[in-house]
């Protein structure tokens, strides 16, 4: 595969030139200052390939080109916004960048409870605490119906049992305070999706308002009219990426779980089985992220990748531990649920230019220091990286596949 690096772009305090010492090939990225809704014009397009190239880099993959909402929801402005879409895509053809990652998920890009949780080994990863999220939904954003939905939750079989999600976040309340309060906001809002969504950003100044009305858009949309909604957008945009030669990747749901009454349609292989068969065009593919899949209990995430290899377009190499709580954690690269040896065993026999990037990585030895975002530490991707590239080298010996990692004499 395509050693690649997700980049945040000219102001990204780690550069290009970093990421060149460390074998990455491809950049993916994103034109993170255009506000959400307008077309990337080709001369920014331009301007952003040309500095990657400069360092002898390609830029490989799009994260994201964003779904507004209006497409999610079905909006009255939805058809304009799909024609804002297909243009940036013609835009990005004619730059020569044909791959694009998005996502479907209402409202939230992301979720996770602790951005910096503590490792055995004193690194820290990113942590899912359902009783934590329980709380934030029913007492700080007061969603109407939370209470009631969260008495009803299970956990999937083998996991969180005798635990009662909504007794804990109960008596959570009883020991939350407002600076606590703050620092869940934090973490499950600003500091999330922040940096990629477009929704939200670090200057919000009342986010859980924001937020609510975000909801509200989403009242009556139900798991059908959600599908129903992304296959319109698939179909409408399908002949442009046809013409243009763009493969579409969709980001699984993360976590792979329907929170805050929202619907979620890219969790498991019946959704994803499901929406490449709804619009069954080789343009419409997947973003395989092993870590979204694995953090799903009921995820098989080695026979997801031999399933759905064919229509994989990108790769995100990382892992999930799910405790037996059921609440989870990013584990090593080289543990967790996720086998990512087996996954790089099936995606290098598939096709050893599909690119792939570490996703995520422990925030470690000062990292946590240097202001990065959620779960894109240097150090700790750095070292996630080194694994696997060990991995990839590993295997194309086995498969007979030649692969010289380029900056070097031999
Ligand atoms: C988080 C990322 C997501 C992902 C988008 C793709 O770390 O995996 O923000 O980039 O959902 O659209």
């Known amino acids: 595969?395509?050693?690649?690096?997700?980049?945040?772009?000219?102001?990204?305090?780690?550069?290009?030139?970093?990421?060149?010492?460390?074998?990455?090939?491809?950049?993916?990225?994103?034109?993170?200052?255009?506000?959400?809704?307008?077309?990337?014009?080709?001369?920014?397009?331009?301007?952003?390939?040309?500095?990657?190239?400069?360092?002898?880099?390609?830029?490989?993959?799009?994260?994201?080109?964003?779904?507004?909402?209006?497409?999610?929801?079905?909006?009255?402005?939805?058809?304009?916004?799909?024609?804002?879409?297909?243009?940036?895509?013609?835009?990005?053809?004619?730059?020569?960048?044909?791959?694009?990652?998005?996502?479907?998920?209402?409202?939230?890009?992301?979720?996770?409870t602790d951005l910096l949780h503590a490792n055995p080994n004193g690194s820290s990863n990113l942590y899912f605490n359902y009783a934590e999220f329980a709380y934030f939904d029913i007492y700080i954003l007061k969603r109407e119906g939370a209470r009631e939905e969260w008495a009803a939750f299970r956990?999937?079989?083998?996991?969180?049992?005798?635990?009662?999600?909504?007794?804990?976040?109960?008596?959570?309340?009883?020991?939350?305070t407002p600076e606590k309060d703050h620092k869940l906001v934090e973490n499950i809002v600003i500091k999330t999706q922040g940096f990629v969504s477009g929704n939200f950003s670090e200057n919000d100044e009342a986010p859980i308002r924001k937020f609510r009305e975000f909801l509200d858009l989403y009242k009556g949309i139900d798991k059908a009219q959600l599908r129903a909604n992304m296959k319109y957008f698939l179909e409408a945009i399908m002949p442009t990426c046809e013409q243009y030669g763009m493969n579409m990747c969709v980001h699984p749901d993360d976590p792979p779980i329907e929170i805050l009454g929202l619907p979620r349609i890219v969790r498991t292989r019946e959704d994803i089985q499901w929406l490449l068969e709804a619009v069954p065009n080789p343009h419409n593919g997947l973003t395989f992220c092993a870590g979204s899949l694995s953090a799903g209990a009921y995820n098989d995430v080695v026979e997801l990748a031999r399933q759905f290899a064919p229509r994989t377009h990108f790769v995100h190499l990382r892992s999930c531990h799910i405790f037996p709580s059921g609440d989870f954690t990013e584990a090593s690269h080289l543990g967790g649920r996720a086998d990512l040896i087996e996954l790089c065993r099936i995606f290098e026999k598939q096709n050893p230019q599909l690119p792939m990037r570490v996703d995520h990585g422990m925030t470690m030895l000062g990292d946590e220091t240097k202001g990065y975002n959620a779960g894109y530490s240097f150090l700790g991707r750095m070292f996630a990286m080194g694994q696997v590239q060990g991995i990839l080298a590993t295997v194309d010996r086995e498969l007979g596949i030649t692969y010289k990692q380029p900056g070097f004499f031999d």
């Not at 044909?98 to 939230?108: E, G, K, R, S």
């Not at 956990?155 to 008596?171: I, K, M, S, W």
């Open 155 to 176: 956990f999937p079989e083998g996991y969180g049992e005798g635990r009662n999600v909504l007794a804990e976040a109960d008596a959570l309340a009883r020991e939350m």
């Open 1 to 112: 595969m395509e050693r690649t690096w997700r980049w945040f772009g000219k102001k990204d305090t780690i550069t290009l030139a970093m990421l060149k010492q460390i074998g990455v090939e491809g950049i993916v990225t994103a034109l993170h200052d255009v506000p959400l809704g307008e077309v990337w014009t080709r001369e920014k397009i331009r301007d952003l390939r040309e500095y990657i190239e400069s360092y002898g880099m390609r830029w490989s993959v799009v994260e994201s080109l964003p779904v507004v909402e209006t497409i999610k929801y079905g909006g009255p402005d939805r058809d304009h916004q799909i024609e804002v879409y297909k243009e940036s895509l013609r835009n990005l053809s004619a730059e020569g960048i044909h791959c694009i990652c998005y996502n479907f998920m209402p409202v939230l890009d992301w979720a996770r």
